[in-house]
């Protein structure tokens, strides 16, 4: 979960799991997946002011190259959330701190 800043002394937050990976119940933040066309459904949720709100889950097609690592993040928009893949792939093929 993303987060940390205090809304009346309680935490808020944002987070991000994929649900379904092409129909297949994953309910993970951590999915490994082989290269090509994937149809994800991801949870985005905010936690703010020490209330979870959870969003309504998104479709997302994703297109994984070989070789590469991708991360799920949030992107906040007012009271909602929306997911997103992005290529954290540093220079030597994994994961960039």
């Known amino acids: 979960m993303a987060g940390g800043t205090k809304d009346n002394g309680k935490p808020c ?11 297949t119940k994953v309910d993970e933040n951590v999915a490994t997946l082989a290269p090509g066309v994937h149809d994800l ?3 985005c949720s905010l936690y703010v002011g020490g209330n979870f709100m959870p969003q309504t889950p998104a479709a997302v097609k994703a297109e994984l190259a ?9 992107r906040p928009r007012a009271v909602s959330c929306a997911p ?14």
């Open 13 to 23: 937050g944002i987070s991000a799991q994929v649900l379904e990976a092409d129909g």
């Open 41 to 43: 459904k991801i949870s």
């Open 66 to 74: 070989a070789g590469r690592v991708y991360a799920l993040r949030p």
């Open 84 to 97: 997103y893949l992005e290529d954290v792939t540093d220079s030597t093929g994994k994961r960039a701190p």
